[in-house]
Nanobody
Framework: QVQLVETGGGLVQAGSSLRLSCAAS????????MGWFRQAPGKERELVAAISSGGSTYYADSVKGRFTITRDNAQNTVYLQMNSLKPEDTAEYYCAAVRSDSPSYVTDHKTYPYWGQGTQVTVSS
């Protein structure tokens, strides 16, 4: 069982930066792939970024070059650095964990069994 707690959301202006953090419980964090997903009202949940246990990273096209996902296995934490934020980045952001490094699993929210409660990111124009 993995418990996840996200922090770092907020209200910012377009062009600003935010860093989201996701703290995980358990002693096997390093064996999990971690993902950041987001969901805006009326829209489906979508991948933002993911990082495998081996450090391979995956990004949605809409955030490539602006967002960076990293993990600190010593701190059981995964981060999402978000730069050059746009109003269309406004959403609830969720951290999730899956015990697989298959790219098809890591990039699909439906395969993740463990989820945080979410943190709201609002970007004003």
């Amino acid at each position: 069982q993995v418990q996840l707690v996200e922090t770092g959301g907020g209200l910012v202006q377009a062009g600003s930066s935010l860093r989201l953090s996701c703290a995980a419980s358990g002693r096997t964090f390093s064996s999990y792939a971690m993902g950041w997903f987001r969901q805006a009202p009326g829209k489906e949940r979508e991948l933002v970024a993911a990082i495998s246990s081996g450090g391979s990273t995956y990004y949605a096209d809409s955030v490539k070059g602006r967002f960076t996902i990293t993990r600190d296995n010593a701190q059981n934490t995964v981060y999402l650095q978000m730069n050059s934020l746009k109003p269309e980045d406004t959403a609830e952001y969720y951290c999730a964990a899956v015990r697989s490094d298959s790219p098809s699993y890591v990039t699909d929210h439906k395969t993740y069994p463990y989820w945080g409660q979410g943190t709201q990111v609002t970007v004003s124009s």
